[in-house]
Nanobody, 131 residues
Framework: QVQLVESGGGSVQAGGSLRLSCVAS????????MGWFRQAPGKEREGVAS????????NYADSVKGRFTISQDNAANTVYLQMNSLKPEDTAMYYC????????????????????????WGQGTQVTVSS
């Protein structure tokens, strides 16, 4: 049984930082595709960042480039999202996602790939940024 467990959300003021963690269990972590999505009230879910766990290549939404960093700890089957210079518009529920292994790409992972493929999802962690 695949489980993705997120943690690290919270409330911060604009300009602050948070680090989200996602621990994957029961999942073929190596050489696979994982990422972070977010959904604000009344808005569609959007991709934030993705990472290919085989080589570490990353992909970011334009709205977070230069502020957010996705990284991994292969030994711990964990993916992180370091969020700096947070803005009120970053307020959302953040979800960890992992592409189903049978759909995993061969050498890279983009948000487009994740959007076009079935994924496992975590339960989400709330991030609230006040002005």
């Amino acid at each position: 049984q695949v489980q993705l467990v997120e943690s690290g959300g919270g409330s911060v003021q604009a300009g602050g930082s948070l680090r989200l963690s996602c621990v994957a269990s029961g999942y073929t972590y190596s050489n696979n595709c994982m990422g972070w999505f977010r959904q604000a009230p009344g808005k569609e879910r959007e991709g934030v960042a993705s990472i290919y766990t085989g080589g570490g290549s990353t992909n970011y939404a334009d709205s977070v480039k230069g502020r957010f960093t996705i990284s991994q700890d292969n030994a711990a089957n964990t993916v992180y999202l370091q969020m700096n210079s947070l803005k009120p518009e970053d307020t959302a529920m953040y979800y960890c996602a992992a592409i189903l292994p049978e759909y995993r790409p061969s050498d890279s992972c983009t948000l487009t790939t994740m959007r076009q493929s079935p994924n496992y999802w975590g339960q989400g962690t709330q991030v609230t940024v006040s002005s």
